[in-house]
C-alpha cells in the first residue's frame, strides 16, 4: 500500500515564525502536490512538484521535492494569520488515484 | 463562475432515511470523484468517474452508489444511512490529460446522521 506520512499533524505558532512540514513515503512517485483546505471549504491546489530535487516558490511558499522522488517538504517564511489552514500532501499511486496524506493542521496566531 | 458546486451544503438526517448529494462541475473536465474526509481530516477516495463510466469503486459499502448523468454532473445517492456515514463528502473533478493541473474540489457536503 502506498501511503504518505505528513509531519507535524498540528502546528500551532506565532506571526512572523518559519515552519516547515513534510510528506514522507517508501513509494517513488511520478509528482506530487501540495492542497491547502480552509474551514468550510475544499482543498486547493497550490503546486505540483514533478522532477526530483525541484524547488518551487509560491511567495514565502517554498516546495521542494526529494532527489529520490519519495518525499517533499513545505518551507513558510515568516508565517501570516492567512496561512492557517490545512495543508495536504497528495500524489497518485500504481492505481492512478489521487491519495492524501493525514494532513497538517497550521494555526498562526497574531 | 468555474467551479466545482455540490449541493447541499449542510445535510442533518435520521439514520435508516436515504438522501443524495449533487454535483456539478463547468470546466469541461473528463472525470469527477467523489472523497470522503472523516473526523481526523482524512481524505479518502470513494468513486471515479470517466465520461460517465466508472473507474474506480473503492471499497465503500453498497449502499452508497454514485449517478452520473453526463460528464458535467455525479450525484451521491446514500440508501439507509448510518451514523457512521456522519462526514464531509467532496466532490471533485480534473482531465485526464492534465494530471499534474490537479483536482478543483467543491466546498463540499457536511452529513450529520442523527
Known amino acids: 500500500t502506498q501511503l504518505l506520512e505528513q509531519s507535524p499533524q498540528f502546528l500551532s505558532i506565532q506571526e512572523g515564525e518559519n515552519l516547515t512540514v513534510y510528506c514522507n513515503s517508501s513509494?517513488?512517485?511520478?509528482?506530487l502536490q501540495w492542497y491547502r483546505q480552509e474551514p468550510g471549504e475544499g482543498p486547493v491546489l497550490l503546486v505540483t512538484?514533478?522532477?526530483?530535487?525541484e524547488v518551487k516558490k509560491l511567495k514565502r511558499l517554498t516546495f521542494q521535492f526529494g532527489d529520490a522522488r519519495k518525499d517533499s517538504s513545505l518551507h513558510i517564511t515568516a508565517a501570516q494569520p492567512g496561512d492557517t489552514g490545512l495543508y495536504l500532501c497528495?500524489?497518485?499511486?500504481?492505481?492512478?488515484?489521487?491519495?492524501f496524506g493525514q494532513g497538517t493542521e497550521l494555526s498562526v496566531k497574531p | 463562475d468555474t467551479a466545482v458546486s455540490q449541493t447541499p451544503k449542510y445535510l442533518v438526517t435520521q439514520m435508516g432515511n436515504d438522501k443524495s448529494i449533487k454535483c456539478e462541475q463547468n470546466?469541461?473536465?473528463?472525470?469527477m470523484y467523489w472523497y470522503k474526509q472523516d473526523s481526523k481530516k482524512f481524505l479518502k477516495i470513494m468513486f471515479s468517474?470517466?465520461?460517465?463510466?466508472?473507474?474506480i469503486n473503492e471499497t465503500v459499502p453498497n449502499r452508497f452508489s454514485p449517478k452520473s448523468p453526463d460528464k458535467a454532473h455525479l450525484n451521491l445517492h446514500i440508501n439507509s444511512l448510518e451514523l457512521g456515514d456522519s462526514a464531509v463528502y467532496f466532490c471533485?473533478?480534473?482531465?485526464?490529460?492534465?494530471?499534474?493541473?490537479?483536482?478543483?474540489f467543491g466546498s463540499g457536503t457536511r452529513l450529520t446522521v442523527v
Open positions: 497528495a500524489a497518485y499511486n500504481q492505481g492512478g488515484k489521487l491519495i
Open positions: 471533485a473533478s480534473s482531465q485526464e490529460d492534465r494530471a499534474n493541473y490537479g483536482y478543483t
Open positions: 468517474y470517466n465520461n460517465k463510466e466508472l473507474i
Open positions: 470546466l469541461g473536465h473528463d472525470t
Open positions: 513509494s517513488v512517485f511520478s509528482s
Open positions: 512538484v514533478v522532477t526530483g530535487g
